[in-house]
């Protein structure tokens, strides 16, 4: 309390003038503004840039529709008939998709798919800002990839026809790629 009477007490501060209040308030502004501008210019430049979610998935048909997850599977009697990856384009402008598939370990290798989508449709598929689609991968053996995972993958990815691969992960594929890892012949 002694410390705020002596400051309040302080003729320093009772002879504060209106121009030094105008020079502080100035400052004030003039930070603000420096940081406000700042700030627009870095969300006007990502506002530029490709952003897209790719989740790996398993899928399996039930008909009509087909359910997907991007979990690990808990119950063994399921029946999964492949994989599918969600991409999510959460750019601010449309995007075209060119290319699903997996990135290999060794180097840039990739492994394409030519997926099934929805609607007969192929790629490349144009996707609207905050749209998806889920590209599945049906699998002619599931049972062998679930018990032997996925040897030599690093990660799951698509690209788009402005060159730009985006990288996936979730539960599902680190799991499928650890088991794959696993079953790898050492050398």
Not at 72 to 91: F, K, M, T, Y
Not at 126 to 139: N, V
Request: one cysteine or more.
């Amino acid at each position: 309390m002694a410390a705020l009477d002596i400051f309040l007490n302080h003729s320093h501060y009772h002879d504060m003038s209106l121009t030094s209040i105008a020079a502080l308030a100035g400052l004030a502004f003039g930070f603000v503004g420096t940081s406000l501008g700042i700030f627009n210019t870095w969300r006007a430049s990502q506002k530029d840039k490709v952003k897209l979610k790719v989740i790996p998935k398993i899928y399996c048909d039930l008909g009509t529709r087909r359910l997907s997850s991007s979990r690990i599977p808990s119950d063994a009697s399921q029946r999964w008939h492949g994989l599918c990856i969600e991409i999510v384009n959460i750019s601010f402008f449309p995007v075209t998709i060119e290319e699903v598939g997996i990135l290999r370990t060794d180097s840039d290798v990739r492994s394409m798919f030519q997926p099934e989508l929805s609607g007969n449709e192929s790629l490349p598929k144009r996707l609207e800002p905050r749209t998806a689609f889920t590209a599945y991968i049906p699998s002619p053996a599931p049972e062998v990839m679930f018990q032997m995972g996925l040897p030599g993958a690093k990660c799951f990815y698509a690209t788009t026809a402005c060159g730009v691969t985006v990288q996936g992960s979730s539960a599902v594929s680190k799991w499928l790629i650890r088991l794959g890892k696993r079953k790898l012949p050492s050398s």
